[in-house]
C-alpha cells in the first residue's frame, strides 16, 4: 500500500526533507496513505484522551498520605492504600513480626527460578540449586523442619535405582557397586521402615518458631504453587508423554484417558474435587493438608498439560534417533533417558515456559478454596471497611506484579527460543 | 505352535524373562494392577466413609425439588424445580457465555491480529500492548475488576441511566432493553430462521456447483443473507406481525419488563473475551505469518483483487494453520467458563456447588460436572477437527 | 521392571511426605492429649464470633467455646489450634478427622445430627435468618420486599429458607450468590442488591464491622421479621461420647457460671465461698471433675481464662463489643431467655 513508486535515479540526491529522519519516519509508519493518516489520527486523540484521564487520575490527583480510606475519597487514585496494605498483598496473614521470613523466601524463590533460567546451570547444578533453595524456602515458611528417616531412605534408593538403570554401560565396577549398595539400603530401610522394626527417627531443625500453612499467603504461597507445581509435574508429565507415545496399548490408554480426562475438565473442579472429596477418598482420621491438596491437583493438572508438550517433542524428533539408540544395544530406559529425551526437550522449552506461565497464572483459582495465593490476599486488603471502595487500585497493583513477572518470562522464553535454534536451524 | 514361513531364520530361542514381548505385558500387567490397586483402595475407603458417615449415594436427589432460586436463567426455573433442571440451567448458562465469548473473541482476536500486522506503527503498538497487558495477567483478576467496577461505577436502578427515549436503562443491576412480548409466532419464526439457514447452505453449494461447471458467479452471500432473514420475516407477516413489546420500566426496587444482560454475566463475558482475544490474536499474527509472501503476489497476478484473494487464496491457507491452536483456545474459553464462581453468575459449577451443599452428595455432583465438560469439550474438538478436515481437503 | 521400581519409590515418597502432615485419630480425647493440642474448626471470619484480629489471634464467642474445652482438658485455654473452614469444607473436615470439633456457626437440624454422622452438643447462640436493608430504600418489612434483588451466600440453609419465605408470601425475588462472604458482602453495600440475608448475628456483624467508609452504620436497618430458626452450636463427631460430654459441659459450665454470678474477675474470692453449689460448680467439693475425666478445677480453669457466658457474650457480640447485640433469646432461663444450664452436681 504504497503511494510512491520507484523512479529511475539519475543524480544523487539526499532525499526530501519528508522522507529523512523522525518526519520520515513518521510519514513511512504513520501517515503512509490517507486511512492511516486517519487511523494515526483516530488513535492519538483516542489513546490521547485515555492516557491523560488516567494520568490524572493515577499519578496527579492521587492521594500517598491519606491515613483512612475517607481522607482518599472523591480524588484520585488512593495509593495510600497500597502503601498501608502492602505487607498484608504480599505476606497476607504470616505472623506480623516475623514477616521477613517470606521475604526471604520469596527472595530465594525467584532466585532459584532466575538461576534455572541460565542455562549454564542446566546439569547437576540445578540439583544443588533446588535443593538448597527448597531447603532455605521451606525452612523460612515454616521455621521447622523435620525430615523424617524414610525420606533418606527413599532418596538413596531413588539415586541407587536411578545410577544402576542409567549408568549400567558406562560405570565401572565400583560406581556400579555404589548405586546397588544406596539402592539396597534404601529399600532394606523403607521396607524394615514400614514394617516397623526401624523406629521413626527424623533429623529435626528448628531454629524458628513454627507456622503452619494455613497462615501462608501472598507472593511466596503463589510462587511455591506454580515452581513446585512444575517441579513435580515435569517427571510425572514425562512419564505420561512417554506412556501415550508406548506400543504398550493397556499403558497408552491409561495415559490417554487421563489426559484426556484432565484436559477436558476446568481446574476448578479439580480443586474443588481435592478440597472437598479427598478426604472422603482416605481412610478415616487421615487428613491432608489443605495447602499440600491445592498443590496436589496443581501438579495433577500441570502434569496432564506438561505430558502433551512433551509428546510434541517426541514427535519432532527423526525416527533414526530411536534406531540408532537400539543399534548401541541400549535398552529402553537407557534410550529414551540418555538418548531420546535429552534432545525432545530441548525443543520444548519455550512451550514448556509458557505452560509454566500458564499455572502461575491459574494459581490464582486457588482463592476460590480458601487459599491465600496473590491475589486473594490482594482481595483482602479490599475487605477492611476503613479503606473500603478502591477496588481498581489494589486490582491494577497486582496486576503490575502479575504483568512484570509474566512479562519478564515471557520475554526471556522468545530469547531461548532464538537461542536453542542457533544451532539446529538449517 | 505356529508354523514357520520357508526361508525365514530360525526363531532365537530366549528365556521368557528376556522377550520383549512377554515383558512389555508383564509391565503392563503390573502398571495396571497398581492403578486398579489405588484405584481399589481410594473406592473402599470412599464406600467406607459414605457407610460410616451414612452419606446418602445415588443420583436420586436429582428428581428432587431443588428449593433454591437462580438469579439468571435461560429457561423458566422456580424454587420447586428439580435439581436436574437447576442443573441444567447452569449447563445452558455456562454454554451461553461460552458460545458468544468464543464468537467475540474471534471476532476481537482476528481484528487485534490483523492490527498487529498493520504498516501503521500507533496501530501496531496499541494491539501489541494489548496483548501483552491482556495475556500477561489471570484471567480471574480481570473478571474481579470488571466485575468491581461494574458494580461500584454504574448508578442504582433509581438513578439508572436511560437511553434511547427511555427504553433501555443502564445501572448496576444490569442493561434492561425492550424485548417483543411472547407470542406463539416466534417459534414458527425460530423454525423458518433454520429453514433459511438450511437454504442458504443449499443455495451456496449450488451456486459453487455452478460455477464450478460454467464459471458463472452467483452472489450466494447475499442471497443467503436474504433468505436466512427473509423467511422468519415472512413467517411473522404471516402470523398477523404482531408488534407489543415488552418495556422495562421501574417498579418497586428493580426494573420489570424487558430483557436484561446483567451485571455478573457482562463481567464474565468481558473478561472471557478480552483474555482470549489476546491469545487469539497471537495464534492469528502467526498464522497470517506462516503465508509465503508469493501466495499474495500469486493472487494479485492472477487480477483478484485484495478481498478475494483473502478470502480464495489467504485465509484458507492461514486458517490451515490457525486452526488446531484455536480449537485449544475455544475449550480453554469453555473450562475458564468455570470462574463465574468467583463473581456470581449461575453457570454449571455454580449451580453444582450449590447442590453439594445442599445435598451433601459431593461425589456424585463432581462426576456430573466433569461429565458435562467432558462433553462439552469433545464436541468442540470433534467439531473443529471436522472443520480441520474440511479446510485441509483444499490441498491439493 | 526398574521402571515399575522407580515409580513404586517415587510414590513412596510422596507417601512418606505426604505423610508429614498425617494425623490418625483414635479414641478422640487420648488423641487430643496425647497432641496436646485441641483441633478447633471455626468461620473464616465473622465478627463477634470467630475473627483473626490484626495480630492474627483469633477472638469472638465461638472461639471462645474451644478456649473453654481447651482449659477444661489442659487447664490452659490456649493450646488451640483453629483451622478457618467455609461452609462447604466444614462437614468433611470434621467427619474425616481434620479437626475435634466445629464451632463455627452450625445450624443444629435433624438431619446433621444424624445423618451426618455429628453430634451436637449444646446451642452457644440462638439464632434466626433476617434481612437487612440500606435505610435510603425506606422499607420497613420484610413483606415489603417484592421484586427485590437478594444478596445471599451459598452452601447453608439460608439460601433455601430465603426462597421458602417469598414462595410462602407470594412474593418474587432475584438472587445474587457469591461463594465468598467478602464479595457477596462487598457487592451488597456496592448497590448491586437491595437487601442482604443471613443469620441475624451475622447481619450485625457485617452491619458493626464491614460497613465501608463513607456510609455509616446508621445506613443500613435490620428487618423485624426473622423466618427462621438457627439454633447454632459447636459439633463434634459420633464415636467418643467422653469427649462430647466435655464440649457439652465446657458450654453448660459457662452458663451455669453466669447464673451463679462466677465471674473471671470474682472467681477467686468464689473458691472461698459456702454456697455447696457454687463449691461443686469450681472443684472445691471434688468429684465432677473426676466424672467427666478432667481436673476437679475445670471450671474454675475455664471462669479464669475464659469467663462466663454472659463476659463473653458482652465482650464479644453484645454491648462491650461493636455488634452491641440485645441478649434477647440468648438471656440466661431465669431473665426470659433460652440459655437453660442442667445443673452441675
Known sequence: MTDSLPTGERRQLAPPLVERGALGWMRRNLFSSWVNGIITVVLVVFVGSILSSFLEWAVFTANITAETGSECHGQGACWALIIEKYRLIFFGTFPYEQQWRPLVASITLLAMLVLTSDRRMWNWRLLVIWTVGSFITFLMMFGQIHLPISLFLAIALLVGGIGMSLRKAIADTGEMNAYRFLAAIGLIGLALRIAGVLPAWSLDIEPLSYVETGLWGGIPVTLILASYGLVFAFPYGILLALGRRSDLPLIRALCVGFIELIRGVPLISLLIMASVMLPLFLPSGVTFDKFLRAQVAIILFAGAYIAEVIRGGLQSLPKGQYEAAEALGFNYVQKTALIILPQALRVVIPPLINTFLGFFKDTSLVLIIGIFDFLNTANQALVDPNWAGFPAEIYMFAALIYFIFCYSVSRYSKHLEVELNRGTRR | ?396 | MRKVMMVATAGIAAVVLGTAGTAYAGKELDAIKARGQLLCGVGTGTAGFHLANTQGKWVGLNVDVCRAVSAAIFGDADKVKYVPLTSQQRFTALQSGEVDMLSNNTTWTLTRDTALGFDFTGVTYYDGQGFMVPKKLGVKNAKELNGATVCVAPGTTTELNLADYFRANKMTFKPVVIEKVDEIRSAFFSGRCDVYTTDASSLAATRAANVPAPLTIEDFVILPEIISKEPLGPVVRHGDSQFADIVRWALFAMVEAEEYGITSKNVDEMLKSDNPTIKRILGTTPGMGKALGVADNWVYQIIKQVGNYGESFDRNVGPGSPLKIERGQNALWTKGGLQYAPPIR
Not at chain 2, 120 to 128: A, D, G, M, R, V
Open chain 2, 1 to 396: 505352535m505356529a508354523v514357520e514361513a520357508l526361508g525365514s531364520a530360525p526363531r532365537v530361542k530366549v528365556a521368557p524373562w528376556n522377550d520383549p514381548v512377554i515383558r512389555g505385558w508383564v509391565f503392563q500387567i503390573v502398571v495396571v494392577g497398581l492403578v486398579a490397586a489405588l484405584a481399589w483402595y481410594l473406592i473402599g475407603n470412599t464406600l467406607d466413609n459414605l457407610n460410616r458417615q451414612k452419606i446418602a449415594s445415588g443420583f436420586d436427589y436429582l428428581g428432587r425439588e431443588a428449593g433454591f432460586e437462580i438469579g439468571d436463567t435461560m429457561i423458566s426455573y422456580s424454587p420447586a424445580s428439580t435439581y436436574a433442571r437447576a442443573i441444567w440451567v447452569g449447563i445452558l448458562n455456562t454454554l451461553r457465555v461460552a458460545v458468544l465469548g468464543i464468537i467475540l473473541s474471534t471476532i476481537l482476536g482476528t481484528l487485534v491480529g490483523v492490527g498487529r500486522l498493520s504498516p501503521n506503527w500507533l496501530l501496531s503498538k496499541i494491539c501489541e500492548w494489548y496483548v501483552e497487558a491482556f495475556r500477561n495477567v489471570p484471567l480471574l483478576l480481570w473478571l474481579f475488576l470488571f466485575y468491581k467496577l461494574i458494580s461500584e461505577a454504574f448508578p442504582g436502578p433509581r438513578q439508572a441511566i436511560s437511553a434511547f427515549w427511555n427504553s433501555v436503562f443502564l445501572s448496576n443491576r444490569g442493561l434492561y432493553f425492550p424485548v417483543p412480548v411472547t407470542d406463539p409466532i416466534h417459534k414458527w419464526m425460530a423454525v423458518g430462521l433454520l429453514a433459511g439457514i438450511a437454504g442458504a447452505i443449499a443455495l451456496h453449494r449450488w451456486a459453487k456447483k455452478r460455477q464450478d461447471a460454467t464459471g458463472q458467479p452467483f452472489p450466494s452471500i447475499s442471497a443467503g443473507i436474504a433468505v436466512v432473514l427473509g423467511l422468519p420475516a415472512l413467517v411473522w407477516l404471516a402470523g398477523g406481525a404482531p408488534t407489543a413489546m415488552s418495556w422495562p420500566a421501574l417498579k418497586g426496587f428493580n426494573f420489570e419488563g424487558g430483557a436484561v444482560i446483567q451485571p455478573e454475566f457482562t463481567a464474565l463475558l468481558v473478561g472471557l473475551v478480552l483474555y482470549t482475544s489476546a491469545f487469539v490474536a497471537e495464534i492469528v499474527r502467526s498464522g497470517i505469518l506462516a503465508l509465503h509472501k508469493g501466495q499474495s503476489e500469486a493472487a494479485a497476478a492472477l487480477g483478484l483483487s485484495r478481498g478475494l484473494a483473502m478470502r480464495l487464496v489467504l485465509l484458507p491457507q492461514a486458517l490451515r494453520v490457525i486452526v488446531p491452536p484455536m480449537t485449544s483456545q475455544y475449550l480453554n474459553i469453555t473450562k475458564n467458563s468455570s470462574l463465574a464462581i468467583a463473581i456470581g453468575y449461575p453457570d454449571l459449577v455454580a449451580s453444582i456447588n450449590v447442590t453439594i451443599n445442599q445435598t451433601g452428595q459431593a461425589i456424585e455432583n463432581i462426576l456430573l460436572i466433569m461429565a458435562a465438560y467432558l462433553s462439552v469439550s469433545l464436541s468442540i474438538s470433534a467439531f473443529m477437527n471436522w472443520y480441520n478436515r474440511r479446510i485441509a481437503l483444499t490441498e491439493r
